[in-house]
């Protein structure tokens, strides 16, 4: 597994699009974010400048190249060559996939570490961790699910546009307008509850146990997407 990661790390960082798409773009949104905190905090609060953080490096750092990277291995036919060795199914895919998944974990703690600098710290750590824990958990889950039904890394482009852009869209509806109305629809929309679970962590205010059980929703997504990518994961190419 280890040599499949480190082959794999190696591979993003030559590949300009990969990079572009992992690490250049979630870094340039959130800056901007962090750069304007204040003017999003007046909008909504500044724990939904964290949410949207988490998402964004989730989205397009995690789930896209995710998704990118297993249809552009799966054309190639390296998935077919790897199930050839003695490296089980689970060890290559966790291979494969672990170089994003700390690429985005990284970011998040680095520019999350920024903002709470520059703005004020969170009001419950543990908490924001649980929910940045939980958010990568389900979006790598939904990338696994999304790279069954893609063809081609081209393809990707198309297929991951409406999980990438929905959980988005779900964090900012979520985080600018609360859950006062609508509670049940937002909370079990993809990203509805762990916005509201890292919106409280950071802002503070809500009662811990409570906010706990708006992991399960999230859990719930995390199941969903593995159940998915298990029927419909293809290690080759369609004929």
Do not use: C
Request: glycine content about 10%; overall charge neutral; charged content about 10%.
């Amino acid at each position: 597994m280890l040599s499949i990661a480190r082959s794999e790390l190696i591979q993003i960082f030559r590949n300009r699009s990969v990079l572009i798409t992992s690490f250049v773009m979630p870094i340039a949104v959130s800056a901007y974010f962090v750069y304007q905190h204040e003017t999003f905090a007046d909008l909504a609060s500044l724990g939904y400048i964290a949410a949207i953080i988490v998402f964004t490096v989730g989205a397009f750092g995690l789930y896209t190249t995710t998704v990118t990277t297993l249809a552009s291995r799966r054309q190639n036919l390296f998935l077919k060559r790897l199930r050839s060795t003695a490296a089980g199914d689970g060890s290559i895919l966790t291979g494969l996939v672990v170089p994003a998944a700390v690429i985005a974990a990284v970011q998040i703690v680095g520019i999350l570490g920024v903002f709470s600098y520059v703005a004020e710290t969170p009001a419950n750590l543990g908490l924001l961790a649980a929910g940045v824990v939980g958010t990568l958990a389900m979006m790598l889950g939904l990338g696994l699910a999304t790279a069954g039904f893609t063809n081609s890394p081209e393809h990707a482009q198309v297929t991951t546009l409406p999980v990438s852009l929905g959980t988005i869209a779900v964090a900012s509806w979520v985080g600018i307008s609360g859950t006062e109305e609508l509670t049940l629809l937002k909370r079990l929309l993809p990203g509805g509850s762990a916005t509201e679970l890292m919106t409280d962590a950071w802002n503070g205010g809500t009662a811990v146990g409570d906010s706990l059980l708006l992991l399960a929703p999230t859990a719930a997504w995390v199941v969903v997407a593995v159940a998915l990518a298990a029927q419909y994961f293809r290690w080759e190419p369609r004929r």
